[in-house]
């Protein structure tokens, strides 16, 4: 079982920047971000839940939404076992909660939030105009 927190959430200005951590933790193991791969997604309401952006558990090899691409940025810290999100010159359609995920063991990223098996509480990211 793995146990995702997220933080780092807030109200921010148009064009400002926020970052957000998750810690991420497993019985067992203590490196999990170099197991599973690890995504942001963001729900909004009235909108479908979005995978915003994931990093592989074996390459380290990212993937960005076209929603934020050149905009936000996904890293890991093994030593920290933590993952981070780096969202600069955000707008406010980039409103939502954010959420934490982690695969399965050992799988490929994907945009489909529903190939992830675990998640955060989520935090809240609210960019005003």
């Known amino acids: 079982q793995v146990q995702l927190v997220e933080s780092g959430g807030g109200l921010v200005q148009a064009g400002g920047s926020l970052r957000l951590s998750c810690a991420a933790s497993?019985?067992?193991?203590?490196?999990?971000?170099?197991?599973?791969?690890m995504a942001w997604s963001r729900h909004a309401p009235g909108k479908e839940r979005e995978v915003v952006a994931a990093?592989?558990?074996?390459?380290?090899?990212?993937y960005d939404a076209d929603s934020v691409k050149g905009r936000f940025t996904i890293s890991r810290d093994n030593a920290e076992n933590t993952v981070s999100l780096q969202m600069n010159s955000l707008k406010p359609e980039d409103t939502a909660v954010y959420y934490c995920?982690?695969?399965?063991?050992?799988?490929?990223?994907?945009?489909?939030?529903?190939?992830?098996?675990?998640w955060g509480q989520g935090t809240q990211v609210t960019v005003s105009s």
């Open positions: 497993e019985r067992t193991y203590t490196s999990t971000v170099t197991r599973y791969t």
């Open positions: 995920a982690a695969s399965f063991p050992y799988r490929s990223w994907s945009r489909n939030y529903r190939d992830y098996a675990y």
């Open positions: 990093i592989s558990w074996a390459s380290g090899s990212t």
